[in-house]
C-alpha cells in the first residue's frame, strides 16, 4: 500500500512538471473566442464601408443630376450605371435610388411639389416614385419662394455575411439635397422646368 501511494506521490510530481501540451490546451480553449472575434470583426468593418459607400454613391448621384439643366430617362441610367461603379466591390443588388426634383411655389416658399413627371426619372432598380405635383415636405426656410432642390432617397437592405448575432440585417436610408448649378431647375419633362403643378 505504501508503495503505491509513493508511486502515486511520484506520477503527481511528475505530472505537474509536464506542460508539454499545456500549450494545445490553451490553444483549444482560445480559439474559438479568437475565431469569433476574427468574424465579427470582418461583418462590423465591411457593415460601415457599405454604409459609408451608398452614403458617397446617394450624394454623387444628387451632384450629378444637379450638374445638369435637362435630363432624359436614358441620362438618368447612365447616372446609375455610374453609381453601380461607385458601390463595387459590394452588391447593388439591396439598393434603392430614387430621384425628386422638389420646387417651392413663387408666392409660397412652405409649399414644395414635385416639379417632374415620372416618365424621365426612373427609379433604380424599377420601382415606385412620386409623382409630379405629388406635395414633398422640407424643413422649414430650406428653400426661398421659386427654387428647387434635387433629393435623392436611398435604401440599402444589408445583410451581414456571417456574424448575425452580432450584427443584425438593417435597412439603412440615406437622403442627399442638391441644388442645380446651371439653372432655376433641372428639366426632366423637356428644356422648360417650370411646373404646372402651381397654377392653382
Known sequence: ????????????????????????????????????????????????????RVSLVTQMVADLVARETQLTANDVEAIYDIAELAMAPYSTEPLQIAI????????????????????????????????????????????????????????????PLWAREVISPANWEKKAYAKPRKALCVGFDGPNCQSSCFAS
Open 100 to 159: 425628386i426634383p422638389v420646387m417651392s411655389a413663387a408666392n409660397d416658399a412652405t409649399r414644395t411639389l414635385v416639379y417632374a413627371s415620372k416618365t424621365n426619372r426612373p427609379t433604380y432598380p424599377a420601382g415606385s416614385e412620386l409623382s409630379a405635383c405629388d406635395t414633398y415636405p422640407l424643413t422649414r426656410d430650406f428653400l426661398a419662394a421659386n427654387e428647387s432642390v434635387i433629393v435623392v432617397e436611398s435604401t440599402y437592405a444589408y445583410q
Open 1 to 52: 500500500m505504501t508503495r503505491m501511494i509513493r508511486l502515486a506521490r511520484l506520477g503527481s510530481r511528475w505530472l505537474r512538471r509536464d506542460v508539454r501540451g499545456a500549450a494545445a490546451v490553451e490553444f483549444a480553449l482560445v480559439a474559438p473566442v479568437l475565431l469569433v472575434m476574427l468574424i465579427g470583426a470582418i461583418d462590423v468593418s465591411r457593415a460601415v464601408a457599405i454604409n459609408q
